[in-house]
C-alpha cells in the first residue's frame, strides 16, 4: 500500500526543546566552572613576564570556553545599537552553539576531523568578517580589544597550580594520569 501524501512526522517541540536543553547542558559542561574561574584566592600579581605568559598559556588551555563566551558577551553587548549587526551576530551565533558549543562529537568535514581549536579559529574569522560587513567596524573592534584585554588581564594573573586538566586538553603524564598545569607542564 502507497503512502502518498502523507506528512511524516518528526519529534514534537516538546520533544525537540527538551533534547535541546540536554544538548546544551552536556555541550556547556566542557566549560569550566565560574567559581573555579574568579575564585579569588587564585590571583596574584605574576612575579615576571615568562611567568605571566605560562600562566596566560596554561589559563587560555583551561578556560578556552569559558574565554570564548566572554568575548561573544562582550560582543553582543557592543552590538545592541546596531540592529543589522546584531541580526548576523545572532545568525553567527547560531553556527557558534551548533559547531562549538554543543557539539557532542568531534567535526568531520570531508573525511578529516577537525580540532577544536581549528573550529574556534574559523567560527571566530568568520563572524568577524559577517560583523565587518555590516559597517559597524570600530564598534566591533573595540568590544573585541576589550574582550581581548579581560582575558589576557585574567589569563596572566590567575594562579595555575590548582588548575587539573584531563588528557584530552594539554596530555597526560605518560601514564595516563591527569596532572596539575604548572610553569613546568607548559
Request: cysteine-free.
Amino acid at each position: 500500500m502507497t503512502t502518498y501524501g502523507t506528512i511524516p512526522t518528526g519529534p514534537s517541540g516538546v520533544e525537540f526543546i527538551s533534547t535541546a536543553k540536554e544538548r546544551i547542558k552536556s555541550g556547556l559542561g566542557t566549560r569550566r566552572p565560574w567559581r573555579e574561574m574568579i575564585h579569588r584566592y587564585a590571583f596574584a600579581v605574576p612575579p615576571n613576564v615568562s611567568e605571566a605568559l605560562v600562566r596566560g598559556r596554561t589559563n587560555v588551555a583551561y578556560f578556552r570556553m569559558n574565554y570564548t563566551i566572554i568575548v561573544l558577551l562582550i560582543l553582543f553587548l557592543s552590538l545592541l545599537w546596531h540592529p543589522i549587526s546584531l541580526i548576523v551576530f545572532i545568525a553567527m551565533m547560531a553556527a557558534w552553539l551548533f559547531l562549538y558549543f554543543l557539539r557532542d562529537q568531534p567535526l568531520v568535514i570531508a573525511g578529516r576531523t577537525m580540532d577544536d581549536r581549528v573550529v574556534l579559529i574559523v567560527l571566530a574569522v568568520v563572524t568577524i568578517v559577517a560583523l565587518l560587513l555590516t559597517q559597524a567596524t570600530l564598534n566591533i573592534i573595540v568590544s573585541l580589544l576589550i574582550g581581548l584585554a579581560v582575558v589576557l588581564v585574567h589569563a596572566s594573573f590567575r594562579k595555575t597550580e590548582d588548575l587539573f586538566l584531563d588528557e584530552e586538553s594539554m596530555g597526560s603524564d605518560g601514564n595516563g594520569l591527569t596532572r596539575p598545569l604548572s610553569a613546568s607542564s607548559s
